[in-house]
């Protein structure tokens, strides 16, 4: 029953990161919103739009791309919400005039006409259907228009996404309702969107009060996308005098440039952090299984990187199976792919143990050509059955989008469920291995095989459980590696490598090792690529490891007792 206990943690633990990852909205999510805004600001069949309103809709009905233009500009000044529907239908191409210049609106979802003005239906028979056109002019002062009507919307997803296209494209008659919609906002992202848009609007003001004001928000917020025209204020013209005439508002100019850099670079840091720890991340879960195999079984085993491939496929096997029979449940089948995983690459290693390797103890020569050739069948397995292009795993909506560190440092889902599970993974191999009687005789055995058999311990069927289940904590890296790298015959090639140099500089045989070597190699990769590039940093990084392993053999933890003198 423990056992069982032991196998569904990982599952269960999938399944809370992803409950924790899923605040960021799906595209289905936010098509649906957009959908519903629009029926509520759509007029129903008795209601209509004011007259100035409905003035300016009739302007659509022109095949003058200056015609529409105007039109969309004149909704901007009315600012009326009620103008909101012909602008999404613009858009999205769903909108249209008849014969009789009556403006039409498609509804998304049905196909239905109505009319733009009356909101009541209209049938197809007989209309003679033309579009307004839709040219890059247009959709460029369409945008802000929308994101102008959008931003007192009900919805928080669509006041943050108005709000971000007007903190690019603002328009200088938006800014009383700017000012309007940033007193009565109270999520903390749109505010600060507002801010950006009304700031860059207040920047062309003639009073160099206001223009004061605008550069120290700017400043405040530390708006990288501001820090151009920032700098605009801080040149001069071809005589030398500066373009800005206020002194005070040159210096703001300065201050606020001086934060953003220092922002920035900020960011910068924290993001090559987050992204080392993901990468260290990866070569953890990829190393972890190594770290039973070879770290405390002593075995030299080159098909590690193929128990990874088979996490993997068993991953993409799980995903069609969902997709086939349990479509309802599809976003789930990443949770059933863990233990699923485990248990397949856990018997594909019993297997390998019973078959080849338990003959082959103490000699690793030989156990390095055997698994050797065993990977290679493997590998050319997989290729007869998959095939040798990359399979498609499509990934739970739950574990897509990005997550939002921080201003300037963002981290997919994918990415960041990562790290959770190799955290959890670690969890897990230290409860195996301190807190579980095949822990305890794993530990014995590897220590001193001759005392743990005289106290009645079968060292045979422990070796074959240790393979096992190092098997399958490569699996669990499979699992994980299915997400965010090709599926392919080939996978477990790119890893086998780090694999080891994660396990032999943590220290053979201390797991805690192995996650400061992986986490450590994972930042120093990132920190170092930017300024020698991919490749010689791949260069230095394998030179410092063979320079540190001269210097301390053991690794940075060096195993204690009777293992270590082996």
């Known amino acids: 029953?423990?056992?069982?206990?032991?196998?569904?943690?990982?599952?269960?633990?999938?399944?809370?990161?992803?409950?924790?990852?899923?605040?960021?909205?799906?595209?289905?999510?936010?098509?649906?919103?957009?959908?519903?805004?629009?029926?509520?600001?759509?007029?129903?069949?008795?209601?209509?739009?004011?007259?100035?309103?409905?003035?300016?809709?009739?302007?659509?009905?022109?095949?003058?791309?200056?015609?529409?233009?105007?039109?969309?500009?004149?909704?901007?000044?009315?600012?009326?919400?009620?103008?909101?529907?012909?602008?999404?239908?613009?858009?999205?191409?769903?909108?249209?005039?008849?014969?009789?210049?009556?403006?039409?609106?498609?509804?998304p979802l049905d196909g239905e006409l109505r009319d733009a003005i009356s909101g009541a239906s209209v049938s197809r028979d007989g209309l003679e259907l033309s579009e307004p056109p839709l040219t890059n002019p247009i959709r460029r002062s369409l945008r802000p228009v929308i994101g102008q009507l959008q931003i007192f919307s009900d919805d928080v997803n669509l006041r943050r996404a108005a709000a971000e296209e007007l903190a690019d494209r603002p328009q200088a008659a938006m800014l009383p309702q700017l000012q309007e919609a940033l007193e009565q906002e109270t999520n903390a992202e749109v505010q600060r969107l507002l801010r950006i848009a009304v700031a860059r609007l207040q920047l062309d003001a003639d009073d160099p009060e206001v223009r004061l004001d605008a550069v120290q928000t700017i400043g405040e917020i530390r708006s990288s996308r501001l820090k151009g025209t920032l700098q605009n204020f801080l040149r001069t013209d071809d005589d030398g005098e500066p373009l800005e005439s206020s002194a005070e508002v040159r210096q703001a100019a300065q201050d606020a440039i001086t934060a953003i850099e220092r922002r920035e670079q900020m960011a910068r840091f924290f993001s090559d952090l987050v992204y080392g720890l993901s990468m260290g991340s990866v070569l953890l879960l990829a190393a972890m299984g190594l770290a039973i195999i070879f770290g405390l079984m002593r075995v030299i085993n080159m098909a590690h990187g193929e128990l990874l491939m088979i996490g993997a496929y068993t991953t993409f096997l799980v995903q069609n199976l969902f997709a086939l029979h349990m479509p309802q449940f599809f976003n789930f089948y990443l949770v059933a792919a863990v233990p699923a995983a485990f248990l397949v690459t856990g018997a594909v290693g019993i297997l390998m143990e019973r078959g080849v390797i338990r003959f082959l103890y103490h000699r690793p020569l030989e156990t390095l050509l055997a698994t050797w050739g065993i990977s290679l069948l493997l590998i050319q397995s997989m290729r007869s059955i998959f095939g040798a292009q990359n399979v498609r795993i499509v990934s739970p909506e739950w574990f897509s989008g990005s997550v939002q560190l921080m201003q300037g440092v963002s981290l997919s889902t994918s990415r960041l469920g990562v790290i959770l599970f190799a955290f959890f993974v670690v969890a897990l191999v230290w409860l195996l291995m301190t807190r579980t009687r095949l822990g305890l005789e794993v530990r014995a055995v590897m220590q001193n095989r001759q005392m743990a058999a005289a106290m009645g311990i079968s060292a045979n069927r422990v070796d074959m459980w240790t393979f096992g289940a190092g098997a399958g904590v490569a699996g669990l890296g499979g699992v994980a590696l299915s997400q965010i790298v090709n599926v392919g015959p080939e996978l477990g090639q790119a890893y086998i490598v780090d694999s080891f140099m994660v396990v032999v500089l943590g220290g053979v045989g201390n797991i805690f090792g192995s996650v400061f070597s992986a986490l450590g190699l994972g930042v120093f990769s990132k920190f170092l690529e930017p300024v020698t590039g991919a490749v010689l940093a791949k260069i230095f990084l394998f030179a410092a490891i063979i320079v540190f392993i001269q210097w301390r053999p053991q690794g940075i933890f060096a195993l204690k007792g009777r293992s270590a003198e082996d």
Request: glycine share 4%; aromatic share 4%.
């Open 1 to 107: 029953m423990s056992n069982l206990r032991w196998l569904l943690m990982p599952a269960l633990c999938l399944a809370l990161a992803g409950s924790l990852l899923a605040d960021e909205p799906t595209a289905e999510e936010r098509a649906e919103a957009l959908a519903d805004a629009e029926q509520e600001a759509a007029p129903g069949p008795t209601d209509g739009l004011a007259d100035d309103t409905a003035e300016v809709v009739r302007q659509f009905a022109s095949s003058r791309w200056q015609d529409v233009r105007d039109a969309i500009n004149a909704l901007a000044e009315l600012g009326d919400a009620d103008g909101l529907p012909v602008l999404l239908a613009l858009q999205d191409r769903r909108l249209y005039y008849d014969q009789d210049e009556r403006v039409l609106i498609e509804d």
